[in-house]
């Protein structure tokens, strides 16, 4: 590998412009392919495939083909608070005029007054009407809801309270936290150009990512005519693809400036920083890749999907660092070689320690271990009580009328009144049924059970129950037996068994080492028990929940505990590689173990340090998001890589590979005579 890379190096270095504008016809080549074939994003993308609901919904469908849902929907909420009821005549006219007006739109199939739907609360305050469209749910143009919200405006300037709500219509606009992003891509410019001590340089990683994720995103949206990608995908695939492109690049210019300091010419050093640092990317990238395609062990297809897309972002990443960097390189010649840096930059890049780093580790690397060890396990402690769920219009924000359609309704009809369940029962014995709806009534939690309602051939009955908790309340899950927790539980295990057994037979074979591979996979359990243990303290407890924007506390995404292990594997693995392979280099030269870890920490820290700095700057811009979903994800890896990259990587194992000494370095002969060599350094 590192010989045709280093080949590559070469070519491109006599044909860099040549190379960039291929480059460039490649990202013109996806964009039109991709306005081609069209974008078909599916607003069920959430649903989760062969879970029990998910069969107990299609059979529903099957069996009572009138509660087939075919076309969007949004349900009216309508409040008085000022005494009088919605009953009274001169509200049912100003209610009439309002569903009157909403009918004209030749969107809408029909409007479900409050009478039909028998949704007056008991005071007559509060009433619901639904919208039903004769378009599905993710064909209700931005335009139609504009034409909702203009309607409702009839019943507002009456002093009615109106708000809308909606689990397949989009009704306020999603924010993927673009906006905030552009903080994270800034604060990453001033890091990059701090390590590199010039603007210029810093510039290249930043273009490179932004670029390569083009032609990422570019083939998601290509992706969306064969596979059910729902638009959140697209923030993990912005995620990922900046986060990874930014610090792939940053490592290959590292190398090529680290190569030119021993005098190399440009030529020798590009062709040493592709055999050495583009053989790493290309390693910790397909880790990443398979970390992220491993979810679809789980069955569950949005999971499955959302590793496919954001692997097409990773690869793209890869692709752009090895080809339009090192071309960037030539084409700038002696403007990137840092020969010229930038003075006052230069005196904030000197402000590090060179090689303290590692002396410090070395020196108190008992302590150090002890105290990483410890910090990680207190941090993961609230993990013992996650609870998994996914996110209502609870946590949105209270500017949204989601949310406060969700507060009315809450209000008036009780917590359980939006977490209604559909309980089917085999049977046309009505006696069973009877027998089965009291068994209901006395489980607890319950507010009201329905009468049976039959199929068309009586093979089934269906009964709704009412709890008196929220949907996502443990009481409630309780009740439903934790349907689509015991899902998640079944699969996250053998998940989480078969990253951690691939990462130590994968490190085993680079590293020709056992403890390596140990202490890396424990330290990787480590700070995903501390990462899931700091989202359940923050976003499920409540606490600093003002700092980071969030709207309430509120249930854990319930996928994001399999997100969290196939992306922080993969990140994990990147930052164990480039540094530990440098470790690796210097210790098969001097075969001293502190001294390769002080040597290594010298060449590899301060690039690993940057790129962990990078990643949690863009992860951190999707926090600030008001999209529950993405707003989790941002804060998620956020603290994933602050934990593993800098508690796990950099100090827990230099420490503990100084502390092992030669034994570190430990491999049985029968053992490493039947594993493949694998030479990434």
């Known amino acids: 590998m ?9 070519w491109i270095y006599r044909h860099a412009k040549l190379t960039i504008v291929a480059f460039f016809i490649t990202i013109a080549v996806s964009v039109g392919a991709a306005l081609s074939f069209g974008i078909h994003f599916d607003s069920a993308g959430m649903s989760i495939q062969g879970s029990q609901s998910e069969r107990a919904n299609k059979l529903m469908e099957k069996e009572f083909p009138s509660t087939r849902q075919n076309g969007g929907q949004v349900q009216i909420v309508l409040h008085l608070n000022n005494g009088k009821a919605l009953t009274t005549d001169k509200n049912q006219q100003v209610m009439a005029e309002l569903f009157q007006d909403v009918q004209k739109n030749s969107h809408v199939k029909m409007v479900i007054l409050p009478a039909m739907l028998n949704s007056y609360s008991k005071d007559g305050m509060t009433a619901t009407a639904r919208v039903i469209y004769k378009q599905k749910g993710e064909n209700v143009s931005e335009k139609t809801v504009d034409a909702l919200e203009k309607s409702i405006k009839i019943t507002r300037h009456k002093s009615i309270q109106t708000e809308l709500t909606s689990n397949d219509v989009t009704i306020s606009g999603m924010d993927n936290g673009e906006q905030a992003e552009v903080v994270g891509l ?21 273009l490179s990512a932004l670029l390569g994720l083009v032609t990422g995103m570019m083939l998601v949206l290509i992706s969306t005519n064969f596979l ?6 697209m923030s993990l695939v912005g995620m990922m693809g900046l986060a990874v492109g930014i610090d792939y690049a940053l490592f290959i210019i590292s190398r090529y400036r680290q190569e030119l300091q021993q005098n190399k010419s440009k030529k020798d050093a590009l062709s040493a920083a592709m055999s050495t640092a583009g053989t790493s990317v290309i390693f910790a990238g397909a880790t990443v890749i398979v970390a992220l395609l491993s979810m679809t062990v789980l069955g569950i297809d949005m999971l499955s999907v959302m590793g496919i897309t954001a692997s097409l972002a990773i690869l793209t990443a890869i692709l752009t660092s090895l080809t339009f960097v090192p071309a960037m390189l030539v084409v700038l010649g002696d403007r990137v070689t840092g020969k010229k840096p930038n003075r006052l930059l230069q005196f904030a890049s000197k402000m590090r320690i060179e090689g303290g780093w590692g002396k410090l580790v070395t020196k108190y690397k008992l302590l150090l271990t002890m105290l990483v060890v410890v910090v990680l396990g207190v941090i ?19 500017k949204l009328t989601e949310r406060r359609a969700y507060d009315l309704m809450t209000e008036a009809y009780g917590e359980g009144s939006q977490a209604t369940l559909v309980v089917l029962l085999k049977t046309d014995d009505m006696v069973k049924v009877s027998d089965s709806v009291n068994e209901i009534k006395d489980l607890g939690n319950v507010a009201t059970v329905s009468q049976a309602m039959p199929s068309k051939d009586n093979d089934y009955q269906m009964i709704t129950v009412i ?13 439903v037996h934790k349907i689509r927790d015991l899902n998640q539980k079944k699969g996250l295990p053998k998940f989480a068994i078969i990253i951690v057994l691939f990462a130590f037979i994968l490190l085993t074979v680079v590293f020709r080492s056992l403890l390596i591979p140990l202490v890396a996979v424990l330290g990787f359990v480590l700070s995903l028990g501390a990462t899931l243990g700091a989202i359940v303290f923050i976003a499920q407890d409540g606490h600093f929940i003002n700092l980071f924007g969030i709207p309430a506390k509120g249930a854990i995404l319930n996928f994001l505990p399999v997100l969290v292990i196939g992306i922080m594997f993969g990140l994990a693995m990147d930052y164990e590689v480039f540094l530990v392979s440098r470790i690796r280099e210097h210790y098969l030269k001097t075969e001293n173990t502190r001294q390769a870890v002080i040597l290594g920490m010298r060449d590899s820290g301060p690039a690993v340090v940057a790129a962990a700095l990078i990643m949690m700057a863009v992860f951190s811009g999707f926090i600030f998001a008001s999209d529950a979903i993405v707003k989790s994800m941002g804060l998620v890896l956020a603290s994933g890589i602050l934990f593993d990259a800098i508690l796990v990587r950099l100090i827990l194992v230099p420490a503990t590979i100084d502390l092992f000494g030669k034994a570190s370095w430990y491999l049985p002969k029968w053992l490493d005579k039947i594993l493949p060599n694998v030479k990434i350094d």
């Open 2 to 10: 590192g010989q045709l890379l280093s080949k590559l190096g070469r």
């Open 186 to 206: 800034a604060i990453a410019f001033v890091i990059l150009a701090i390590t590199f001590a010039s603007l210029l340089v810093a510039g290249i990683p930043i």
């Open 228 to 233: 059910s990608v729902a638009t959140f995908s």
């Open 380 to 398: 993961a402690t609230p993990f013992t009580h996650i609870n998994l769920g996914l996110p209502n219009d609870s946590v949105k924000s209270e």
């Open 467 to 479: 709890p008196k908790t929220d949907a996502n309340a443990v009481k409630t899950k309780k009740l």
